[in-house]
T-cell receptor, first 112, second 112 residues
């Protein structure tokens, strides 16, 4: 059984650009959650997808959006990047909505 | 409003001794708590969890204690090993909620 994978590992963008981050969940996991981790902080919940539908959202603006696909992959899209979007972005998959979340290695995004 | 707090940014323990990491929470609706360990350049790795109906859960060298009246949980690692050096996050969730709420993390260093 493979774990959660994310791509790319690192990314540099400039302010105002758009970015798409990708995640591949563990096989059989129907739930994926995305988190933003700023330096020196714990991860902050962005949103969760369950069976390809958004299933809850944290305090992030609409320019953060996502998609989940039937093949256990998902995307996090961020439009109109701001400097404060620089962070580690983590995805986590779980067998179901209320079960333990297993994290990928993250994508480190730097916005200049 | 920080609902989950880890008040010690760092902790240094001698190899073979007990490591105790602490976590406090303010939201009485939390009913499930988890500990994750994070190495640099990796995502958080699930360690151990506890439901609010219990006050102790043990898994090998790791034991989590929950004191609901004090809204406090702790992770005990005994004996501590050099490979335990990492950042430890506690996280909480309440029933029906999708998100995990994380503390800021405690950096544990095990000295030989």
């Amino acid at each position: 059984e493979t774990g959660v994978t994310q791509s790319p590992t690192h990314l540099i963008k400039t302010r105002g650009q758009q970015v798409t981050l990708r995640c591949s969940s563990q096989s059989g996991h129907n739930t994926v959650s995305w988190y933003q981790q700023a330096l020196g902080q714990g991860p902050q919940f962005i949103f969760q997808y369950y069976r390809e539908e958004e299933n809850g959202r944290g305090n992030f603006p609409p320019r953060f959006s996502g998609l989940q696909f039937p093949n256990y992959s998902s995307e996090l899209n961020v439009n109109a990047l701001e400097l404060d979007d620089s962070a580690l972005y983590l995805c986590a998959s779980s067998p179901d909505r209320d079960e333990t979340q297993y994290f990928g290695p993250g994508t480190r995004l730097l916005v200049l | 409003d920080q609902q989950v707090k880890q008040n010690s940014p760092s902790l240094s323990v001698q190899e073979g001794r007990i490591s105790i990491l602490n976590c406090d929470y303010t939201n009485s609706m939390f009913d499930y708590f988890l500990w994750y360990k994070k190495y640099p350049a990796e995502g958080p790795t699930f360690l151990i969890s506890i439901s609010s109906i219990k006050d102790k859960n043990e898994d090998g060298r790791f034991t989590v204690f929950l004191n609901k009246s004090a809204k406090h949980l702790s992770l005990h690692i005994v004996p501590s090993q050099p490979g335990d050096s990492a950042v430890y996050f506690c996280a909480a969730r309440h029933q029906g909620a999708q998100k995990l709420v994380f503390g800021q993390g405690t950096r544990l260093t095990i000295n030989p």
